[in-house]
């Protein structure tokens, strides 16, 4: 039994997580930097403020968590980019955080999808408009079965913790998984002021 379950579980309601999701990083930092500075003093200055913090902030498990979504999509056929709707080859793409992972911290599988290299990089740290989501919402949905396809138990779990309120039916998720996404977007984009990101020009579904 590993640490985590022998520490048990806490529940929050669906509206709580949300809220804890958007401010959690900036609570995750308010802690870290005062406790590097108090580590640094422990070692007598031995070991700097600037490498304590570094260590702190370090997520052993992102590119592990990133990679097996690169490895989904670089097995998926006829792979196309998830915003453009070009054809991508099995390693021509980068993995896009649909919000992204400086607003929500989160590499879930539902927040990875493959997109050309010149359409992430010009996406970046925005967030899509309404109208760019719901124009791909169908490829997102395709890419959300292959993820459920081949990693089920980490995706159903993810989706319903971060985005179902702990409530995931194999009948009719991806309506509400996407309905979800949708006021998740725009939820952050308001609070947060985050600058919104259009289709390139002439785009639609897949």
Known sequence: MDLFT???????????????????????????????????SFTGGNVSFSDILALL?????????????????????H???????????????EVDHVIPYSLWHTNDLWNLMPASRSVNRDKRDKLITRAGLDARKECIIGYW????????????????????????SRENW??????????????????????RWNLPEGKGCC
């Open 6 to 40: 022998q520490l048990g579980a806490i529940y929050f309601s669906a509206g709580m997580w949300r809220e804890l999701s958007l401010i959690g990083h900036w609570v995750g930092e308010a802690i870290l930097v005062p406790w590097a500075r108090l580590s640094s």
């Open 145 to 168: 079965e292959e993820a459920y396809r081949e990693y089920p138990d980490r995706f159903s779990s993810e989706l319903s913790v971060r985005l179902l309120g702990g409530k995931f």
């Open 57 to 77: 902030m370090t997520s052993p498990q992102q590119d592990r968590m990133v990679g097996e979504a690169r490895d989904l999509y670089a097995r998926t056929a």
């Open 174 to 195: 991806k309506s509400s998984a996407y309905a979800s996404l949708v006021e998740a977007v725009e939820t952050t984009a308001a609070q947060r002021g985050i600058v």
């Open 79 to 93: 792979l196309v980019c998830v915003w453009s709707g070009r054809t991508l080859s099995s390693n021509s793409f």
